[in-house]
């Protein structure tokens, strides 16, 4: 017999050896001795009140061996001499569409414009030391996409879209810590992010499928409503059946192609902002209710805030809790920020994205004569307007947040754990009005809702404007591009995902569309 249950463990139980064993014996009312195994199913925090609590819910296994095998079992194929399916961009979407693709007996082709995990290092070196951004592998561009060194969070609200434990059970069975199938909010880790996106490459291989890096896709030649070839940067071209489209949020010379050919493209409605940096221990001690160090057994406290500011949201985004901030620039001339946490998140700042959700049918009219396109130049002109204000460097300008919101220049600012460095900057009379003016009285508000958030302790550090793509590519309910009926355009690029799990749940899908095409 199993039986499923809940239970609440204060922090001093939480100490006591075999707790959720006794737990469970008293709750069932049964003697410990018929428990023949415990699984932990889901962990989480309460610490909305002083006494902090760590809610479980657990399978109780009476008289029945707790069972070894996986829920699932990935059946990879080899597809050496199989049906192809192109897949461009090697992030979440396109790795996981490969796999799917193995498992339904197609071989994968992948064509990967950035470089894989261990060459990218140097060019995310050259960013932060040199303030080069190599257009082509950068913190957005390469192997793994984004998600490799922005974070690794697994948390989504996607439930609805796909299977997201078969998702965590794939990252497990490629060598993630199996603490992500129990944890509320799964984090896997910048640092552990590499080894786990190289073993999916070698499972894509070892299966049969290809994956061509440093080969940007530049043109489509499309005849009777069909992508026939796939031409290079280096001047090859490749033949396709079916191309899956994951080349992620950022990749705009995509957007700038496909607007090119007359492929239907829409103008998406997105969020910009900035990226607030706390010392940990402040949001540990509103968090936890602590006025010195946090338990030894909590982990670096995280937040979520939300705020309707003059009919827009203003929210927190990609919080990092033991985190730092990171140069997401693709391309020279702009400065773009982003958030990461090392898998103990251990380091001495927190940080979030707080923006402003932007509407680009009401917000954007001065960028009409943009079309589909006026979200994307808008936020290029607030990454250039970044790059000047930080002094034309990979520098971002920055502001302490209480001179923010009283519209004052910061004499200096606090020590930060952004690499490239910070310069002061009127982020205040910088930023648009539709955004500066909501994020100030937003901080006001998320001060009100957290006492000591509101701090000169903090800086906040312009811009953070990759939330999500300004762009959506159509499909059908065949996942498919109305106009061109063997492009699947798919995860964050295509408008259809908003991070690790959505993106990956949504590469599956699209590959399941690519067969039944094929």
């Known amino acids: 017999m199993v039986k499923d249950i809940q239970l609440r463990i ?47 819910k ?91 060194y922005s974070d690794g969070k697994l948390y989504t609200r996607s439930l609805k879209r796909g299977d997201v434990r078969r998702i965590f059970e794939n990252l497990v069975f490629h060598g993630a810590t199996d603490q992500i199938l129990v944890d509320a909010h799964p984090h896997i880790g910048t640092n552990k992010l590499p080894k786990v996106v190289q073993n999916v490459r070698e499972t894509i291989l070892n299966f049969g499928g290809e994956i061509h890096f440093e080969t940007r896709v530049v043109d489509f030649v499309i005849r009777n409503k069909k992508i026939q070839s796939i031409q290079f940067q280096n001047g090859k071209e490749m033949t396709v059946k079916n191309v899956i489209l994951a080349t992620g949020h950022s990749a705009r010379d995509i957007f700038y192609l496909l607007h090119k050919k007359q492929i239907a493209l829409e103008a998406k409605s997105f969020a910009m902002g900035v990226r607030v940096e706390h010392p940990q221990q402040i949001i540990d001690s509103i968090q936890y209710h602590c006025p010195g160090e946090r338990h030894e057994l909590l982990p670096p406290a995280s937040y979520s805030l939300v705020q309707q500011v003059n009919n827009r949201g203003v929210y927190s985004f990609c919080m990092c809790p033991g ?149 959506c590519i159509p499909r059908n309910e065949q996942l498919a591009h109305p106009q061109v009926s063997n492009l699947f355009p798919c995860g964050e690029g295509g408008g259809y995902a908003g991070g690790i799990v959505s993106a990956a749940m949504d590469g599956e899908r699209c590959a399941e569309a690519a067969s039944q095409n094929s």
Do not use: W
Request: aromatic share 8%.
């Open 323 to 471: 985190g730092f901030i990171v140069p997401a620039a693709t391309d020279n001339g702009e400065v773009v920020v982003n958030g990461m946490s090392p898998s103990k998140r251990n380091n001495l700042f927190a940080n979030s994205g707080i923006v402003v959700e932007i509407n680009v049918d009401v917000d954007l009219q001065k960028y009409d004569h943009f079309g589909v396109l006026k979200g994307l130049e808008y936020q290029k002109d607030l990454e250039k307007l970044a790059f000047t204000a930080g002094g034309r460097s990979q520098a971002a300008p920055a502001q302490r947040l209480t001179d923010f919101v009283e519209g004052k220049l910061s004499g200096d600012l606090n020590p930060s754990s952004y690499q490239p460095g910070l310069n002061s900057a009127p982020l205040h009379s910088l930023l648009p009005k539709l955004i500066g003016s909501r994020l100030r009285k937003g901080f006001e508000v998320f001060g009100q809702k957290m006492k000591g958030y509101y701090t000169s302790e903090a800086n906040i550090i312009g811009v953070e404007s990759r939330t999500s793509s300004p762009v």
């Open 10 to 56: 204060s922090i001093e139980e939480e100490t006591i050896a075999d707790i959720l064993l006794i737990k469970a014996a008293q709750a069932l009312s049964i003697n410990r001795k018929n428990i023949t195994g415990i699984k932990v199913l889901r962990k989480s925090i309460d610490a909305r009140k002083p006494t902090i609590i760590f809610n479980y």
């Open 58 to 148: 657990i399978a109780v296994y009476i008289k029945e061996p707790l069972p070894k095998v996986s829920e699932y079992q990935f059946d990879y194929k080899d597809v050496s001499n199989s049906k192809s399916i192109h897949i461009i961009g090697f992030g979440p979407a396109g790795m996981y569409a490969a796999l799917r693709c193995i498992e339904l007996g197609f071989k994968p082709i992948v064509l990967e414009r950035g470089k894989n995990v261990k060459d990218r290092r140097r060019d995310l070196k050259a960013i932060n030391r040199d303030h080069f951004v190599n257009e082509d592998s950068n913190y957005c561009f390469g192997e793994g996409g984004a998600g490799t």
